[in-house]
Each structure stands twice: as structure tokens, then as C-alpha cells.
């Protein structure tokens, strides 16, 4: 068997039983190859977050295998968790800093990352001051700043308006055409799950239900959000939705 790339998640048959005999996952077989960003959809309950708790490893699988091959693996969850005392920048240099990255690369490159996420201007502000949108493209700036060849976002906007949500989406797409890191990213809403991603996977109660590959390569332009073959993807992903529910 050759070794695996960088940057891949491989669960074959994993299921999940907590000790209080709860089954949250049965036979889960799923794969992100290096590079690649594949979104979970569910309905409540359905064991999303589970799947990227394994794969963060904080639990294990009750059956199966689970692999991670990644040199770096990075994690952005619906609360920024942010360090309030500390400004936009010490937040991001902090990644740096437990690394023992020398003080002159750590800050460059933290800026470098702020400005890759629109945040410049605010390196000096308190998470205090910031809006909501802000503070989550902090969290999203420290996430990156590692360099992982694996991110896990378990719904990081699911608690943000609709507009700075959808800007989050272009931006989170145009960093990802950039870095290349593989991802598993959760959310609720079926347009956000296509625009990101190369594909979807539909959960049922405990296990995945069906698979739907996105076509169009990344970046992708905001407007194609509003196209008829958009429409067609996410009305195919709704439908399995509801027939998974
Ligand atoms: N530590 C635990 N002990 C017992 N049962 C758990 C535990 N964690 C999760 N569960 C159960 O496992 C199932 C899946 O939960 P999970 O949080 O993975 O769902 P989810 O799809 O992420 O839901 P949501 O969309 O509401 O966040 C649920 O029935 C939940 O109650």
C-alpha cells in the first residue's frame, strides 16, 4: 500500500456508540483527498459533528478505522474563541508563538494572513471591537496562518447574517484556491455547502446517505450563486436532503 498524501481523512467503516449507548454513526466510509474541500449537510442530530470530533481526534471510532494524514490540521468552530485580551494580531501571531517561530516571521506572517482575510486595519483592535463577521475572519486568519494541509470547520458561520456570511463564503473559497488545504466543513445550508465545495455529502440518521460532486473548479465568482446550473445542483442536494431526513 503506498503511503497516503498530506492533507487526506479516510474513515472506513466507522461507527460510534457513546457510553451511554447512544449510536451516533454507523458504517461512515468517507475520504477528503488532499486538496479537496467536501461539505457535510444534516439534519440535526445526524451525527455532523461527531464525524469532525473523530477526525480532530477527540474521540475515537466505537468500530472502523480512521486515518489522518496531515502534517498540520487546523479546526474553525461556530464560536471564534478568540483570546479577549489580546489584539487581532497577538491572536493570530499566538499559533507562532507556541511553535516557537522566531518573533520578526511570526508578525510578518500574521499580517501577511490579516491582510489575506481583509483584516489590515483592525491587527490592532480587540476581538471587543470587532463585529461578528470580524472576529470569525480572525478565527479563520489563525486557522491559516498554520499553514494545514487539513481544516475542519464545524458551521463557523451558522451564527452570522446573511451578508457577511455570503462574503465569508467568497472569501473562504478564494483562500482555499490559494492554499490548497484539504477541508471537511460542516454547515446547515444547502447553497453554502455547494458554492464551497467539491462535494456533498447528504447525511440520514448516523450515516451518509448519498454523494454529490460539484463541478465547477475554485476560485468561483460570488454571481454563481444566483445561476440556473446552481440552482439545479442545490435543488438535486435538497431533495436527497429531505429523502435522507
Ligand atoms: N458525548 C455524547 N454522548 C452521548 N450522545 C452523544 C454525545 N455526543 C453526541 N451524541 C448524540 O449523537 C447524535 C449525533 O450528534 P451530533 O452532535 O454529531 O449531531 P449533529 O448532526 O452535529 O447535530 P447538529 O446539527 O444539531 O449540531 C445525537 O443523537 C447526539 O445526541
Known amino acids: 500500500m ?3 498524501s498530506p492533507g487526506t481523512l479516510r474513515l472506513t467503516g466507522v461507527s460510534k456508540t457513546f457510553e451511554d449507548g447512544t449510536t451516533a454513526l454507523t458504517g461512515i466510509d468517507l475520504t477528503v483527498a488532499p486538496g479537496e474541500l467536501v461539505t457535510l449537510v444534516g439534519p440535526s442530530g445526524c451525527g455532523k459533528t461527531t464525524i469532525l470530533r473523530l477526525a480532530a481526534g477527540l474521540i ?5 478505522e480512521l486515518t489522518v494524514t496531515a502534517d498540520t490540521t487546523s479546526f474553525v468552530f461556530q464560536d471564534p474563541t478568540l483570546l479577549e485580551w489580546r489584539t487581532a494580531l497577538r491572536n493570530v501571531e499566538l499559533v507562532g508563538e507556541l511553535r516557537h517561530v522566531p518573533r520578526a516571521e511570526r508578525r510578518t506572517r500574521a499580517l501577511e494572513v490579516l491582510d489575506a482575510v481583509g483584516l489590515a486595519d483592525a491587527a490592532a483592535k480587540h476581538p471587543r ?3 461578528g463577521g470580524m472576529r470569525m475572519r480572525v478565527s ?5 496562518v498554520a499553514q494545514p494541509d487539513l481544516a475542519l470547520f464545524d458551521e ?6 446573511e451578508i457577511t456570511r455570503l462574503s465569508l463564503q467568497t472569501l473562504l473559497q478564494d483562500l482555499f484556491a490559494r492554499a490548497e488545504f484539504g477541508a471537511l466543513f460542516i454547515t446547515h445550508s444547502v447553497n453554502e455547502a455547494v458554492y464551497l465545495s467539491d462535494r456533498v455529502l447528504v447525511m440520514g440518521q448516523g450515516r451518509i446517505a448519498a454523494e454529490v460532486a460539484v463541478p465547477w473548479p475554485h476560485p468561483r465568482p460570488p454571481e454563481l450563486r444566483y445561476s440556473a446550473e446552481f440552482a439545479a445542483v442545490a435543488g438535486r442536494v435538497s431533495a436527497l436532503l429531505e429523502e435522507a431526513s
Open 60 to 64: 475515537a471510532p466505537s468500530e472502523g
Open 156 to 161: 463557523p458561520f451558522g451564527a452570522l447574517d
Open 140 to 144: 479563520i486568519a489563525r486557522a491559516l
Open 129 to 131: 471591537q470587532l463585529s
Open 2 to 4: 503506498t503511503p497516503e
